[in-house]
């Protein structure tokens, strides 16, 4: 008689199941099959029964499982096979599935059997591989992400990432709400910016804002926030972007812009300086070089008239006016070729040792003949014996420069005193004037090209003279500086470093 015949309560119970179910002997032989069973492995209806076991193994696990089933069907406990480990079927075209089995065993007819229910767990494999790989990827990101109770605001779930930016532990994050980290944010601020995903009128709302870690530092984040479920329990779900390095480099950006537009603005205001300084330069050197050109064109056609013995005094007169406005064009142009020479770089220094006597000598020699009815240059005491070692030609200039503006905004019958101090680490050479005067108001400006004073405007003048003196020195590692009150007179001082082979004895004038 066949051990399972069609009316029998196992044909009827078996083929109600969503269960595969197989009753093997103790020869691990399939005794009897349902038809989810024959389904799930491939086979035709009843094509299972009196199979061998074995051919629903996979080849790696047979011997194993063999020796593993026989001992099973001796002892005779109900189980589950293989807890803790992965199963798999082959089906009949010899594809593998993961599976999940029961064993019941039992006695019939005085025969063991056992009874075998299959679970096909192929998409809950593939769920839960799905989960891993999301868990994976949540866990993972370098970016923070943060899952919490949008009633209660507290977190339900925060990645590797949020805990290790905060510095928490997830087990004290557990319990902690959203706003512990939110300085910035108060209850109803966050209520008012969920407002519009929990009314429908967005699907997620991107904002700024700053969290604060465990030792209270804080950083600027980008935020990204959306509303989702867990089982019935809606849940925010937010994913935070640490923005520093962004705000460092738009901070960054910002500086070098603010930088740039200062300079293009400070350079528009030069290039408009430059401009204006032309145009006040060619007024200057029309003003300044017509008036004492038109003085040497009116002396050389009235000394052509002089022709008699006795109008000598009138041809001299009249000479001395050329001289002297020759001398003062050449001075206008020393200055300008000065300028020149500094704005383009091509200045070269000569640096030697000459007596300061034979320069001072020189430079009042020359500048004798400007002086005005009555004035006089009081020469310094005690400069015999004093070697300086500088650029000569650049001394003269200077030096020149000072007493004929000395001699120039003073009236007639003062004097211009040259005063000079030789200390051991530096010499000065002061000119002393008790002319005009420089106004409180102006002296600032005193050095700037093209600058002249207020209560000179009337006097010839370039205005560039000083400006030239202070770049010169300056480069020699110098120094020219005064003290002026007006209408008492002013004194300029030139400061002239000692070198090695200069000479450090002490002379007052």
Not at 34 to 61: C, H, R, S, W
Not at 109 to 119: E, F, P, Q, S
Not at 135 to 151: A, C, G, K, T
Not at 377 to 404: H, M, Q, R
């Amino acid at each position: 008689m066949k051990l399972f015949e069609k009316k029998d309560v196992f044909k009827i119970l078996s083929e109600v199941v969503y269960e595969g179910i197989l009753i093997v002997n103790d020869q691990q032989v399939i005794a009897a099959s349902n038809t989810m069973a024959n389904e799930m492995f491939g086979y035709p209806k009843d094509g299972l029964n009196g199979q061998e076991l074995q051919v629903l193994i996979p080849k790696k696990a047979r011997n194993q499982h063999k020796r593993d089933a026989g001992g099973f069907i001796k002892k005779g406990e109900k189980r589950e096979m293989g807890a803790d480990l992965d199963l798999f079927g082959v089906r009949q075209d010899g594809s593998e599935f993961p599976l999940e089995i029961s064993l019941n065993p039992f006695v019939l007819l005085r025969k063991r059997y056992v009874m075998a229910i299959v679970v096909d767990i192929t998409e809950r494999k593939k769920a839960e591989q799905a989960i891993d790989h999301w868990y994976r990827i949540f866990n993972e990101s370098l970016n923070e992400i943060y899952v919490f109770d949008v009633n209660t605001l507290q977190f339900l779930n925060v990645n590797h990432g949020a805990q290790r930016n905060l510095g928490h532990s997830m087990q004290e994050l557990d319990q902690m709400a959203i706003l512990d980290v939110m300085p910035e944010l108060s209850k109803e601020s966050f209520r008012r910016l969920v407002w519009p995903l929990q009314n429908s009128k967005s699907e997620k709302i991107d904002f700024e804002s700053v969290f604060q870690r465990k030792d209270k530092t804080q950083y600027p984040v980008e935020v990204h926030l959306q509303l989702s479920k867990i089982a019935k329990k809606e849940v925010c779900v937010m994913i935070v972007l640490d923005i520093t390095d962004r705000k460092n480099y738009t901070q960054r950006l910002e500086q070098t812009v603010e930088e740039r537009t200062q300079q293009l603005s400070e350079a528009l205001k030069a290039e408009k300086k430059l401009n204006e300084l032309k145009t006040k330069f060619l007024s200057l050197v029309s003003h300044e070089f017509k008036t004492p050109l038109t003085s040497i064109l009116t002396s050389t056609s009235l000394l052509s008239k002089y022709t008699e013995t006795d109008q000598q005094e009138k041809r001299d007169k009249h000479i001395t006016t050329i001289k002297s406005k020759v001398k003062y064009l050449d001075n206008i142009l020393s200055d300008f070729l000065s300028v020149e020479r500094l704005d383009s770089g091509k200045v070269r220094y000569n640096i030697t040792s000459f007596p300061l006597s034979k320069l001072i000598n020189e430079v009042i020699y020359d500048s004798n003949t400007l002086l005005k009815e009555g004035q006089r240059i009081l020469y310094p005491k005690d400069i015999d014996g004093i070697n300086i070692t500088f650029d000569e030609k650049i001394l003269a200039l200077a030096l020149s420069n000072l007493v004929l503006n000395a001699i120039k905004y003073s009236s007639e019958g003062t004097n211009v005193r040259l005063k000079v101090i030789n200390g051991k680490k530096q010499l000065k050479i002061e000119v002393i004037d008790k002319g005009f005067g420089i106004p409180q108001e102006d002296q600032p400006f005193i050095f700037d090209r093209y600058f002249r004073a207020s209560n000179v405007l009337t006097t010839q003048g370039t205005g560039i003279g000083l400006n030239t003196v202070r770049r010169h020195m300056q480069n020699l590692e110098g120094d020219i500086c005064f003290k002026s009150k007006q209408g008492e007179g002013s004194t300029f001082t030139l400061t002239i470093p000692i070198k090695p082979n200069g000479n450090e004895k002490d002379s007052i004038g």
